[in-house]
């Protein structure tokens, strides 16, 4: 999502100096070398492969990836690189069960948005399937319905407000849904009995794990603070090697709204950005979103959900081990001694990238129900030296005291923010999309702007003023094969966004990117990078580029696909054979993809492929 979530609206944004907001390239050079100079022993000698793109790149393009980039632009159309082919696979409003209305975008209803792929698609994973009957593989999608809109309104102003309250809670959620491809066709498979809608009108989850059943959970309709009901504003997600998908719930704050008069959840509020005003109002018809009502209500969001797209009748799990904060990516590395890590980021200016650490070890079939309900949430503080420290939220640790206001492990997990502010966290530029290396475990970590950085807030990880193009961190955990769980990592700057940074890479043109946002490393280690902001940042237009992450090639970005005019690229996921690549177009403008009289521009689902089946980027 782009507008709704930074801290200054574009107007304010193009009132900020460009030349203010330009990087500096000498400065930043000078930064990185003397940060460099700290380091020490073998370190310092990979120098040569682990400077920014700007610093590394030659003039002969020498990337592994072998398609030809796209001008950048700015229309009302989606463009992919020469020999690709995008696929309309999902659009807003689709059907997914033999019973679900026709879409109606004139005559809305909550009961045919339950029946529909829902709005705003973002996440997305692909879990396979067997074979089928027919011979054609295949998997489940699983797609995350970020937020609503009023420009779903546009052909239906008149809708009563009740029925559009319904409308806006039954498009929320996630959409499971079984793919079919034949050739190089991809297909829905309509009431398959896998596929399944999930939103907040009607999906009840249970919440697990140290802060499940605390009373400050507890709410009127469940007074023993276990059962939610819903998920809200779905963004990045993850999945799990035992096959289940995490979502996460990222600007859980927009819902609630009114006066308490129940004060004791005061300070919460506050750090969340909780507050009087309702962005979407639906405590008129559902108290539970009134502050007045139920001021307990929104610390039942803000967490990750995990969810079983094999089983449509499982019941989603809050794991509230994980922390709670405005997740943005759940992102799953399995460690060399089995324990599962999770890295997950705070989307907001000056907020803190996290990781989850189980205690138990995962084993293939063995029980996974509880490995994210037991560990330790750390919280990361990024060094001048290119080091990070992992700092532990436990409760009666350090400051985790009741001197601080915290009685136990579920109040430092309900006020994750608050107990990182405490042990000193980095805050950095907007954590969004975090990938995985498959080989060598390096982490990408996706900063895609802070406007508010101040020339005094410059730091190692977060090096510019007015920070208005975001940049893209490595992050090295040590050891031959990378642990996660270690309490130490190192960083380095991957790439800066913005066209100043690229001035003398000798990349085409097209190649700088801006507002990086979600990210995705394929299987064969190049990093595809999906933005969100770059109109209102540079004139250009929300795209998808990919670079190498090793090798003469190293961050060295090629534009591949650019959305249309007012989208955002969201959810990157590859198939299994790497052969399409899943992409979300959220927000899009102009018509987009429809281009008809009655039809609304509608977020959508694409299926990306080269027309001679080679793997994506060539
Ligand atoms: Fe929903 Fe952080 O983007
Ligand atoms: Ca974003
Ligand atoms: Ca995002």
Redesign the pocket.
């Known amino acids: ?1 782009s507008r709704k979530k930074t801290l200054f609206p574009d107007t304010e944004d193009e009132a900020i100096p460009r030349q203010h907001t330009s990087p500096c390239f000498a400065e930043l050079l000078d930064q990185h070398l003397s940060r460099r100079h700290l380091l020490k022993g073998s370190a310092a000698a990979t120098l040569a492969t682990s400077l920014p793109r700007s610093l590394s790149a030659s003039t002969d393009h020498p990337s592994s990836l072998g398609f030809s980039e796209l001008p950048h632009g700015l229309d009302s159309q989606l463009h992919v690189a020469e020999g690709y082919e995008s696929q309309v696979l999902l659009r807003w409003g689709d059907p997914l069960f033999s019973n679900s209305p026709i879409f109606d975008p004139a005559r809305q209803t909550a009961a045919a948005q339950q029946r529909q792929f829902g709005y705003n698609c ?1 996440f997305i994973a692909f879990m396979p399937l067997a074979t089928d009957a027919q011979g054609r593989h295949g998997g489940l999608l699983c797609v995350s319905h970020e937020y609503s809109s009023s420009r779903m309104f546009s052909h239906s102003p008149k809708l009563p407000p009740k029925t559009r309250t319904g409308v806006e809670l039954a498009t929320h959620g996630h959409s499971v849904v079984e793919i079919r491809q034949r050739r190089n066709t991809w297909s829905v498979i309509i009431n398959s009995p896998l596929n399944r809608r999930i939103s907040p009108l009607d999906t009840w989850m249970r919440l697990a794990g140290p802060a499940a059943g605390h009373p400050r959970l507890q709410t009127t309709a469940d007074p023993k603070g276990t059962r939610v009901l819903g998920t809200l504003n779905n ?2 997600g993850g999945t799990t090697p035992w096959g289940t998908v995490l979502i996460c719930e990222e600007n859980f704050q927009a819902y609630f709204g009114g006066k308490p008069t129940d004060r004791s959840e005061q300070r919460n509020y506050e750090r969340y950005g909780i507050g009087p005003r309702h962005r979407y109002g639906w405590a008129r018809f559902h108290p539970r979103f009134g502050l007045a009502q139920e001021p307990r209500e929104s610390n039942r969001f803000g967490w990750v959900v995990e969810i079983n797209p094999y089983d449509p009748t499982s019941m989603p799990v809050k794991r509230t081990a994980l922390g709670r904060f405005k997740h ?1 990516s759940a992102t799953v590395a399995l460690n060399p001694d089995g324990r599962v890590v999770v890295y997950s980021g705070d ?1 907001q200016a000056f907020e803190y990238l996290y990781k989850f650490v189980s205690d138990g070890h995962y084993a293939a079939g063995a029980d996974t129900n509880q490995l994210l309900d037991k560990g330790v949430l750390h919280v990361a503080r990024f060094d001048e030296n290119g080091s990070v420290d992992w700092l532990p939220l436990i409760y009666g640790q350090g400051p985790l005291t009741e001197k601080n206001g915290f009685t136990s492990q579920a109040e430092v997990l309900i006020e994750t923010r608050r107990a990182a502010d405490l042990l000193g966290a980095t805050p950095m530029d907007r954590p ?2 975090i990938t995985l290396h498959p080989d060598n475990g390096h982490i990408y970590l996706a900063l895609t702007k802070n406007h508010a950085r101040t020339p005094w807030q410059k730091n190692g990880p977060n090096p510019r003023a007015l920070n208005r193009y975001g940049h893209i961190l490595e992050i090295i955990p040590p050891g031959d094969k990378a642990d996660h769980a270690a309490t130490e990592a190192r960083w380095e700057i991957f790439a800066l966004g913005g066209k100043g940074a690229n001035k003398t890479s000798g990349l085409d043109p097209a190649g700088w990117f801006a507002c990086p ?2 990210l995705a490393c394929d299987a064969r280690g190049h990093l595809w990078i999906a933005s ?1 902001g770059a109109t209102s940042a540079s004139g250009i237009a929300d795209s998808l580029w990919a670079c190498d992450t090793l090798g003469p090639g190293r961050a060295l970005s090629r534009h591949f696909l650019r959305a249309p005019k007012g989208a955002e690229v ?1 959810g990157p996921c590859f198939s299994p054979d790497q052969r399409t690549l899943f992409l979300s177009i959220q927000h899009p403008g102009g018509g987009w993809p429809d281009f008809s009289p009655g039809m609304p521009a509608r977020p959508t689902v694409v299926a990306i492929q080269h027309h001679d089946g080679r793997k994506i980027g060539g």
Do not use: I, S, V
């Open positions: 999502m973002d963004c990045a943005e989307d969004e999309g946002d979600n969100d969201t």
